[in-house]
DNA sequence: ATGGTGGGGTACCCA
């Protein structure tokens, strides 16, 4: 079974690009971030005709995320619990059946905290808090559980094309990655590096100063992994071909192959 | 060199 998470940057202007890759990929499971629509624009009836199912949680305008699947989900939740003045669309869960029980998989988009001197920083590293706790809450389930999404957190220098350019960024600062170690020390696995070396991969390439013919990238888009789906984890991809395609998004997917059956 | 590009939506916000 393969989970993929994808920030797609505009689900009406990537269109054409999410159905080709949709069709190439072949994902049971599509986490996508950015999808800046209303539930009611997202174009649910093109994907369907893929054979997924999709389940939005849209806002006018910008953020917004969806989940795909080839399989129904057997409950869908909306929104991070433990700030109900939250109006931000930034993540969805759903639990799926399969063969040996359930698994788990929230999609997830991460505030970006910049700049760091506004109050967009301590909102990312609140919401940051309420990810861990929510976190801990569903490791006692004891159940395979993926998180996946754009975390717009660079967990490691080796994460980035330059560390200097990065130093005093909200994707990088101390605190930040602090708060991203908090949920590997739970219990949960970054699949990429779970099945790499420390070499430097990338998810995202600013469309700025020619950062991709140039591979001036960052990797910020992650699946982390409770032990239960880590347990599972076949291989990775980072499917960075996707971002040579016409009108790109700015991020390109990254997938997880795991040995679960469909029920 | 304090730039550069792109989506949303129609004046700026967000990344």
């Given at each position: 079974?393969?989970?993929?998470?994808?920030?797609?940057?505009?689900?009406?202007?990537?269109?054409?690009?999410?159905?080709?890759?949709?069709?190439?990929?072949?994902?049971?499971?599509?986490?996508?971030?950015?999808?800046?629509?209303?539930?009611?624009?997202?174009?649910?009836?093109?994907?369907?005709?893929?054979?997924?199912?999709?389940?939005?949680?849209?806002?006018?305008?910008?953020?917004?995320?969806?989940?795909?699947?080839?399989?129904?989900?057997?409950?869908?939740?909306?929104?991070?619990?433990?700030?109900?003045?939250?109006?931000?669309?930034?993540?969805?869960?759903?639990?799926?059946?399969?063969?040996?029980?359930?698994?788990?998989?929230?999609?997830?988009?991460?505030?970006?905290?910049?700049?760091?001197?506004?109050?967009?920083?301590?909102?990312?590293?609140?919401?940051?808090?309420?990810?861990?706790?929510?976190?801990?809450?569903?490791?006692?389930?004891?159940?395979?559980?993926?998180?996946?999404?754009?975390?717009?957190?660079?967990?490691?220098?080796?994460?980035?094309?330059?560390?200097?350019?990065?130093?005093?960024?909200?994707?990088?600062?101390?605190?930040?990655?602090?708060?991203?170690?908090?949920?590997?020390?739970?219990?949960?696995?970054?699949?990429?590096?779970?099945?790499?070396?420390?070499?430097?991969?990338?998810?995202?390439?600013?469309?700025?100063?020619?950062?991709?013919?140039?591979?001036?990238?960052?990797?910020?888009?992650?699946?982390?992994?409770?032990?239960?789906?880590?347990?599972?984890?076949?291989?990775?991809?980072?499917?960075?071909?996707?971002?040579?395609?016409?009108?790109?998004?700015?991020?390109?997917?990254?997938?997880g192959e795991f040995a679960f059956e469909p029920a």
């Open positions: 079974m393969k989970i993929a998470t994808w920030n797609i940057n505009g689900a009406k202007a990537r269109l054409d690009g999410l159905v080709a890759w949709l069709k190439e990929s072949n994902p049971d499971i599509a986490c996508l971030q950015e999808i800046k629509s209303v539930d009611e624009a997202f174009p649910r009836s093109e994907i369907e005709s893929l054979g997924y199912h999709v389940e939005t949680h849209g806002q006018k305008g910008f953020n917004g995320v969806a989940l795909l699947s080839k399989i129904r989900p057997d409950e869908v939740n909306r929104g991070l619990p433990g700030d109900e003045l939250d109006e931000q669309a930034r993540f969805i869960e759903g639990v799926f059946s399969v063969k040996d029980g359930v698994i788990r998989v929230c999609c997830l988009y991460l505030p970006n905290g910049n700049p760091v001197d506004s109050e967009k920083y301590p909102y990312k590293l609140s919401w940051m808090q309420r990810l861990a706790t929510f976190a801990a809450q569903r490791l006692r389930l004891e159940e395979p559980l993926i998180l996946a999404g754009d975390y717009n957190v660079i967990p490691e220098a080796h994460d980035c094309w330059d560390v200097k350019v990065w130093q005093n960024d909200a994707l990088f600062l101390p605190e930040t990655r602090a708060a991203f170690r908090r949920l590997r020390n739970l219990g949960f696995t970054d699949a990429v590096r779970a099945t790499s070396d420390d070499v430097p991969l990338y998810s995202f390439w600013d469309y700025q100063a020619g950062c991709w013919p140039k591979n001036f990238g960052i990797r910020i888009d992650h699946l982390m992994m409770s032990p239960e789906a880590a347990d599972k984890l076949l291989s990775t991809s980072i499917e960075k071909h996707v971002r040579s395609w016409e009108k790109p998004s700015d991020h390109v997917p990254v997938a």
